[in-house]
Nanobody
Framework: QVQLRESDPGLVRPSQTLSLTCTVSGGSITTSYYLWSWIRQSPGKIMEFIGY???????NYNPALAGRTSISRDTSKNQFTLQLRSVSPEDTGVYSC??????????????????WGPGTQVTVSS
């Protein structure tokens, strides 16, 4: 059974870079057919896709966030990492790493073969 877990963001202040690492066990991030994504949800807002990295290491980002988003991976550690630069209080929310099928994921209403990390609270405040 694949499991995902997000790291603790620590203290994040405006203008800094948020770094989160998702550690995956029970499955390889190089396995075909899967996307490894970061999503977030802020109070009063819908869940927002941030970006993903696929089994080849190719990335795709939400255009609204692409300019300050980077997703990378370390296959030897079976981890993938989010960097969100120049954060502001508007970036506050619960951040989750997610594994979904390449064809479709929960944001498209398909929960088949989807795995979630427990989520981690990110609070951007001075």
């Amino acid at each position: 059974q694949v499991q995902l877990r997000e790291s603790d963001p620590g203290l994040v202040r405006p203008s800094q870079t948020l770094s989160l690492t998702c550690t995956v066990s029970g499955g390889s991030i190089t396995t075909s057919y899967y996307l490894w994504s970061w999503i977030r949800q802020s109070p009063g807002k819908i869940m927002e896709f941030i970006g993903y990295i696929d089994n080849f290491g190719n990335t795709n980002y939400n255009p609204a966030l692409a300019g300050r988003t980077s997703i990378s991976r370390d296959t030897s550690k079976n981890q993938f990492t989010l960097q969100l630069r120049s954060v502001s209080p508007e970036d506050t929310g619960v951040y989750s790493c997610v594994r979904s099928l390449r064809c479709c994921g929960p944001l498209k209403g398909n929960f088949t073969d989807t795995a979630w990390g427990p989520g981690t609270q990110v609070t951007v405040s001075s």
